[in-house]
């Protein structure tokens, strides 16, 4: 978009790399600019945690509440039962009500530590669509609302083309109908907040503009929608996937370490967009930063930068101090520093092993894969490329130390290659 914004907080997307599209450039300015606004954005809940994915469009709410608008967190309760057809190739599987009502949960905790709630004309408001969908008498909404979609229009988005021309893919009713389903939220948030913008991905465009035509069809009035660029992998691949699987924002599924490791190691050609993205500094921070990955990437200045503000935002300053404790001790060795929550956090990001079926340091050389053989595993012992639980091992019959806290063993192969197992 190439439209010199006047409001703060679009001028601030448009800096920031975060306006994939918009409807109405010019009049949505405007309409920022005249006064604060309710604004939202759905998130629904096919797991029991968002993801890293889903962090740019809350972090992009919490800039509208930071600009004096008030956010509007849709759960998509109602809509989670259906499913999104964008950017699948088949057709979701329907999970069960009461599953997808205890998803729903979480996430209506996990969104909450990124806004502020409570009085004040911007505080923001946490809504289920649940709560109107489950209560539709079909006849009556056919005739109100399902009477604004034409079919040919339906048929035309991308994500019910591209599945209706790939052979045996198909598409149930149920996922066609979830962009009436979608429009229908913004008109009930309209009626109900008076919301007139909505935020989401760049696949969401089709299903955001329906929302717009409804509310101009039904209500004679004008609401706007905003995508933000769709975040990938510089192979293409989904954003947040690591080797390890999905990075999630739930603790209990990526620990802060995980968290922290996976913005650490950003590349260099991503990480001032990401500072973009994803953190809160401001335009002077970020572009030293991009001096400093210039000058001396080695440094990784503004990845260390990255990972310690994403991780306070998702986690708070106390992990972030966890993190790097974690880092220190790995980069040294000194593992018999780090407390029992630490190793855990350790456990689950390095690979692990099942425990030897023999004592001894060879074993478990073996048993862990970091020797192919025990003529070569003596060898790595004698060179002093071994350390376990914090200790060289230099004798190749020297007993295994003792698992720290009792269960944990973590086996040190040079400076970088750290493989465990829990007894």
């Given at each position: 978009m190439t439209t010199k914004a006047r409001s703060p907080v679009l001028a601030d997307l448009e800096w920031r790399g975060l306006v994939s599209d918009a409807t109405n450039p010019e009049e949505l300015d405007a309409h920022l600019a005249e006064a604060p606004r309710s604004i939202y954005c759905g998130f629904d809940p096919t797991a029991d945690s968002l993801h890293v994915g889903n962090l740019l469009l809350l972090l992009a709410l919490r800039?509208?509440?930071?600009?004096?608008?008030?956010?509007?967190?849709?759960?998509?309760?109602?809509?989670?039962?259906?499913?999104?057809?964008?950017?699948?190739?088949?057709?979701?599987?329907?999970?069960?009500?009461?599953?997808?009502?205890?998803?729903?949960?979480?996430?209506?905790?996990?969104?909450e530590r990124f806004f502020e709630f409570g009085g004040g004309a911007n505080a923001a408001v946490l809504a289920d669509n649940y709560a109107w969908l489950s209560r539709l008498d079909v006849i009556r909404f056919l005739r109100d609302v399902g009477k604004h979609f034409p079919l040919g229009g339906m048929i035309a988005r991308e994500s019910v083309r591209s599945r209706m021309g790939r052979s045996g893919a198909g598409m149930s009713y149920t996922e066609f109908s979830y962009q009436v389903l979608q429009a229908y939220d913004f008109l009930c948030l309209y009626r109900q907040y008076g919301c007139t913008m909505q935020i989401g991905g760049s696949d969401q465009w089709g299903n955001i503009t329906a929302g717009t035509d409804l509310i101009r069809r039904v209500e004679n009035a004008t609401a706007f929608g905003l995508t933000l660029p769709l975040v990938t992998q510089p192979d293409g691949t989904k954003f947040g996937k690591t080797e390890s699987g999905t990075v999630w924002l739930d603790a209990r599924r990526t620990s802060p370490y995980e968290m922290y490791q996976f913005w650490l190691n950003t590349a260099d050609a991503d990480v001032v967009t990401f500072l973009k993205y994803f953190t809160f500094l401001e335009r002077p921070e970020i572009e030293q930063l991009a001096r400093a990955t210039r000058t001396a990437p080695e440094k990784r200045e503004a990845q260390r930068a990255l990972a310690e503000k994403v991780t306070a935002l998702v986690h708070g300053k106390n992990a972030v101090e966890e993190a790097e404790r974690i880092s220190r001790a790995l980069f040294s060795g000194n593992v018999k520093?780090?407390?029992?929550?630490?190793?855990?956090?350790?456990?689950?990001?390095?690979?692990?092993?099942?425990?030897?079926?023999?004592?001894?340091?060879?074993?478990?050389?073996?048993?862990?894969?970091?020797?192919?053989?025990?003529?070569?595993?003596?060898?790595?012992?004698?060179?002093?490329?071994?350390?376990?639980?914090?200790?060289?091992?230099?004798?190749?019959?020297?007993?295994?130390?003792?698992?720290?806290?009792?269960?944990?063993?973590?086996?040190?192969k040079g400076k970088k290659t750290y493989v465990g197992y829990v007894v």
């Open positions: 800039r509208v509440q930071l600009a004096g608008h008030r956010p509007v967190v849709l759960i998509g309760g109602g809509t989670g039962l259906i499913g999104d057809p964008s950017g699948k190739a088949g057709e979701r599987v329907l999970n069960p009500e009461e599953q997808v009502a205890e998803w729903a949960d979480r996430l209506k905790r996990q969104v520093s780090l407390s029992e929550s630490e190793l855990a956090q350790v456990i689950r990001a390095i690979p692990t092993k099942k425990p030897p079926a023999e004592t001894g340091v060879i074993p478990v050389l073996l048993s862990t894969g970091l020797a192919s053989s025990k003529r070569a595993a003596r060898e790595l012992v004698t060179t002093g490329a071994i350390q376990i639980n914090g200790e060289s091992i230099h004798d190749p019959n020297a007993p295994i130390p003792a698992p720290l806290y009792g269960k944990y063993t973590i086996v040190r």
